[in-house]
């Protein structure tokens, strides 16, 4: 590329926040031709990452998730990082900034230095003990001070500050178990975007979670104890508060200080003065994101942001955009209390009307701003529950249609109103993403299901709020595009896989033949088959092998081992939670060195046996069920393995026993038949060493307990697991697992891994959780109940088939010649002479 | 190319039919060819119907046919009962041993009778695809 363009453009940008990672990946994407070469100065150590979610860092997140898009980014040709490299000066007449004692042309600069946290004039306020909230080392430090105080009573904290970022801090403050007291200046919480109805609902809420709340309170001074350390607040009307920390969350000042030191003009409450082309008056300098001082005024929000580095990406390659004003519309949970406020929030449009909900016992509170004629939606405030946003938020602008108290109703109370988005509705605030583009991306671009349209449109890929609105988006596209969006299992059933478990389970049918002529059509067929015999087995009815049952069965659950390409199997016997005696090890290398099987160590701590003849099965079995071996099901959609760690049995690290806990859930999961292969993990502390979080269900020591972590996986698509819950104790979390996997086991399509099923769940995680923690279907003791069902009923399906001298028959090479070698199956695999075969044994029967 | 049951020249018995599984397939030697032999249900008319096809999967070239999924695809004048093979889940028709996912291949079909309460396969000419 170097060679067709010899002399690259120089962008220099200034900052590595979330706006520069923007202007980046925007400029990159776009500028096929590579007219740009870019060089970014970041103060941080880390590559740009995710601010907004820096509270998520708090529930044992590791910094590295917050990161933002792929790192591939910076390895793109033309692009380079500078971390720990603070820009010190930037001189326009030269073109140049000065970094790391060198200085660095531009033919482009743009300043994206973000803010730093204002922290008001109180003495005191630098004391030890006082912190900001604004990088993930504020937060590292923060959360160290909490945690290693070894105090004889709980820590006690005050947030300074009851807006976003202060109720943000708080609840981090609270998961470390934190006594906490947010002091806000204003008459209410989140004054600048509730309103005092709203701020009332939201305290109310915030209170019932162990917060304290002190509104319209000046804070006067910050003391110290007699170690130096912050121990007291003193407030203005003579109160005091006994403290072990302060957070000072009390907004945020633009970082303008190269900028006027170049020269550059700034706004009167600072913020380099930028027009709606995001360019300063110096030729070839921008400022965009929170720094910049655009419409005579700065954003202290990631969207605004946002659009600013995709005007300055288009500009740079010769484009024309032009900023459109901001969108401050915002959905947070707070301490786990969901919060919105869009468009005209506090109805200052002349001849506004304001419709309002309220319900203080369940502490909702929901406003919409409404036209004079009560028919467009000009904004609202949403409290308790923010579920309409998704649906709202695009609507600003456009005519509600129905009746706009349909909107305000608790879920459930009525159904809420499907309204047709025009073209021009922004869906995703974030990214910039119109309902058109978004049906765009399915008629013209070929999407065909979420993941698509987000990889396409980026819609839904940062704060992910409008995620349901795209699915239904995309769901009535594509019905329109004359893409069915059937849930039909196959040809021979209009039922889904859900659909037909519940039906199955609600009418006790217990074979495929009664199934197949009440619901289905046909024969049936590899599809439609196996998913009935995990139905059925999830149900709890019999053996693989059973009559009716044997015919649904895929090859590999049929001989319960895994054909491989030459067509033998290999055998997999289960080694719960990977521990294993000496013995076992013998007794498996000796079954392998007598049937000349190839053996190798699996990813989930077990031994595989490849090469063994379908009619070498019973006998191999044999011989492993008689040295206390069962199956391992590593040839069914079960449970496969619970992976551990060593744990604090040997480990110096370990705070929890792993081992034993991994064993525990192999014994108790076992055997579990599911819409596609489960995996488990136990780590025995937060090192992680059992890799639990790239699990279905991952377990992670901590000193109190466990933390159970779900939706991981690896394979094609790899994911990390989410946080579900934190700090169980043993039982909670046997049955927060029991009714997470079986709730899984119900309700998830065929072939459907937990990430895919969590993700295209209703209301994702969360809405999961509560269902599993907090039982809102009512479903838990029923879903404890099929557990328990299954534990019970457990049997290993090989000495069961080897008991069953007709079962055991069914194992041949040839029905009329059971003694002759099939020549067609195995031989043709080159073991690098790992396998040395010992005598052949003669095949019993 | 499918053998007629004229052309046959010799049948050989293979099993008892009660050894067969409903909606499975079992694996025989019949002239030492494998051939991959499956006893469907009973679709109403009383009569027992049992397919032979060859147990050699031209896909994965492995002999595995007869631990192959049993189903059926279209409906009507369109209907076939299938089997699926268990390596890469091509589809064949079992009448005509005719691959439906992937036209153009085929397996060889064999001539079934039961004698006597007997499973009995027919072969003459070497039995070859088309």
Request: net charge negative; aromatic share 6%.
């Amino acid at each position: 590329m170097d060679e067709q363009h010899t002399v690259r453009r120089r962008l220099v940008v200034v900052g590595g926040g979330m706006v520069a990672h923007r202007l980046v990946e925007a400029l990159t994407d776009r500028d096929l031709d590579g007219a740009w070469q870019v060089d970014v100065f970041a103060e941080e150590s880390r590559p740009p990452y995710d601010r907004v979610a820096l509270t998520s860092f708090f529930s044992g997140r590791d910094p590295d998730d917050l990161l933002l898009g792929e790192p591939e980014l910076w390895h793109r040709d033309g692009v380079r990082l500078h971390t720990n490299a603070a820009v010190q000066r930037i001189d326009t007449e030269r073109r140049e900034v000065h970094a790391r004692g060198r200085r660095f042309p531009y033919d482009a600069l743009v300043i994206a230095t973000g803010s730093y946290p204002a922290v008001p004039p109180v003495p005191g306020s630098d004391l030890p003990g006082a912190f900001v909230y604004r990088t993930v080392d504020d937060v590292t430090e923060l959360r160290a001070w909490a945690t290693t105080r070894h105090l004889k009573r709980p820590v006690r904290g005050a947030v300074v500050g009851g807006g976003l970022l202060g109720l943000e801090a708080a609840g981090a403050l609270t998961a470390m178990g934190v006594e906490t007291t947010v002091v806000e200046f204003a008459p209410r919480l989140m004054p600048i975007q509730v309103d005092e109805g709203g701020g009332e609902g939201l305290r109310r809420l915030i209170e019932k979670l162990g917060v304290n709340v002190r509104t319209a309170t000046a804070t006067s001074k910050v003391r110290a104890g007699s170690n130096g350390r912050v121990n007291r607040m003193d407030f203005a009307d003579g109160s005091k508060l006994p403290v072990d920390l302060v957070v000072f969350a009390t907004g945020v000042r633009p970082r303008d200080e190269l900028a006027r030191e170049a020269g550059l003009p700034v706004g009167d409450r600072g913020g380099v003065v930028v027009d709606e082309t995001c360019a300063t008056g110096t030729p070839d300098v921008y400022a965009i994101g929170e720094v910049a001082c655009i419409e005579g005024r700065t954003w202290g929000l990631v969207a605004p942001g946002y659009t600013m580095a995709e005007i300055v990406a288009d500009r740079l390659l010769g484009g024309s955009a032009t900023f459109p004003g901001a969108d401050t519309s915002t959905k947070l949970k707070l301490l786990g209390v969901d919060v919105a406020s869009f468009g005209d929030a506090f109805a200052e449009s002349p001849g506004a009307l304001e419709v309002v909900y309220a319900d203080p016992v369940a502490g909702a509170y929901k406003k919409l701003v409404l036209s004079d004629d009560a028919q467009t939606l000009l904004g609202g405030v949403l409290v308790g529950d923010a579920s309409a946003y998704a649906s709202l938020r695009p609507m600003v602008g456009q005519k509600l249609g129905a009746d706009p108290t349909a909107w305000l109703l608790p879920e459930g109370a009525s159904a809420a109103p499907a309204a047709d988005l025009p073209d021009a509705a922004n869906v995703c605030s974030c990214n910039n993403v119109s309902a058109g583009a978004i049906r765009c991306a399915v008629s013209e671009e070929g999407c065909t299901d979420l993941a698509g349209v987000k990889a396409c449109t980026k819609a839904g890929t940062s704060c992910g709020s409008c995620l349901p609105l795209v699915k239904k988006l995309v769901g009535s596209e594509l019905e329109k595009s004359g893409v069915a969006v059937s849930n039909a299992l196959c040809e021979h059933f209009e039922l889904s896989r859900a659909q037909l478990f519940d039906v199955v389970r609600v009418q006790d049918l217990g074979t495929f033949s009664e199934i197949l002529e009440r619901h289905g059509t046909g024969r049936g067929c590899d599809i439609c088959r196996p998913v009935v015999a995990s139905i059925l087995a999830s149900l709890g009815t019999g053996h693989v092998l059973d009559r009716d049952t044997a015919r649904l069965q895929d090859t590999n659950d049929h001989v319960m081992a895994n054909l491989q390409k030459d067509g033998t199997y290999s055998v997999v016997p289960r080694v719960p939670g990977g521990e294993i005696t000496p013995q076992g090890l013998i007794d498996i290398g000796q079954v392998a060195s007598d049937f000349g099987l190839y053996t190798k160590i699996t990813g989930g701590q077990r031994i595989d046996l490849f090469g063994a003849r379908i009619e070498q099965l019973p006998s191999i079995w044999q011989r492993l069920v008689d040295a206390g071996f069962e199956s391992g099901h590593a040839y069914g959609k079960a449970l496969r393995t619970v992976k551990s760690c060593v744990g604090s049995q040997w480990c110096r690290y370990g705070v929890q026993d792993s081992v034993a806990l991994a064993i525990a859930l192999e014994l108790r999961y076992r055997g579990l038949r599911s819409p596609h292969k489960i995996k488990l993990g136990v780590s025995g502390c937060a090192r992680e060493c059992a890799e639990a979080r790239s699990k279905d269900v991952g377990v992670i020591a901590t000193e109190h307990g466990w933390n159970v972590y779900v939706g991981g996986n690896g394979g094609f698509t790899p994911r990390h697991a989410q946080l579900f819950a934190e700090d169980l104790s043993t039982d909670d979390l046997v049955r927060t697992i029991d009714r997470f996997l079986m709730y899984y086991v119900r309700t998830a399509d065929r072939l459907q891994r937990t990430a895919a099923w969590v993700e295209e769940h209703e209301g994702g995680l969360e809405a999961i959780a509560d269902v599993v923690i907090d039982d809102s279907l009512g479903i838990g003791a029923d879903l404890d109940a099929a557990m328990a069902c299954h534990v019970d009923g457990y049997v290993d399906e090989w000495a069961a088939t080897l008991a069953d001298p007709e079962k055991r028959a069914q194992f041949v090479s040839f029905v009329n010649a059971p003694d002759t070698q099939d020549d067609g199956v195995g031989g043709a695999i080159d073991n690098r002479g790992t396998v040395i075969a010992g005598p052949t044994l003669e095949v019993r029967r | 190319m499918t053998l007629t049951p004229d052309r046959v020249t010799t049948w050989t018995r293979i099993c008892p039919v009660d050894r067969l599984i409903p909606e499975r397939g079992v694996a025989a030697l019949v002239d030492s060819e494998p051939v991959a032999v499956f006893l469907l249900d009973d679709d109403g008319s009383g009569e027992v119907r049992v397919h032979a096809v060859a147990h050699h999967d031209p896909f994965s070239n492995a002999n595995v046919m007869a631990r192959g999924i049993i189903g059926s695809v279209g409906t009507g004048e369109d209907y076939r009962d299938t089997v699926a093979s268990p390596m890469y889940k091509q589809v064949f028709d079992l009448a005509t041993g005719q691959c439906l996912t992937e036209p153009g291949v085929c397996l060889s079909v064999y001539p079934v009778r039961l004698v006597d309460g007997h499973v009995e396969i027919g072969h003459g000419a070497p039995p070859s695809g088309p």
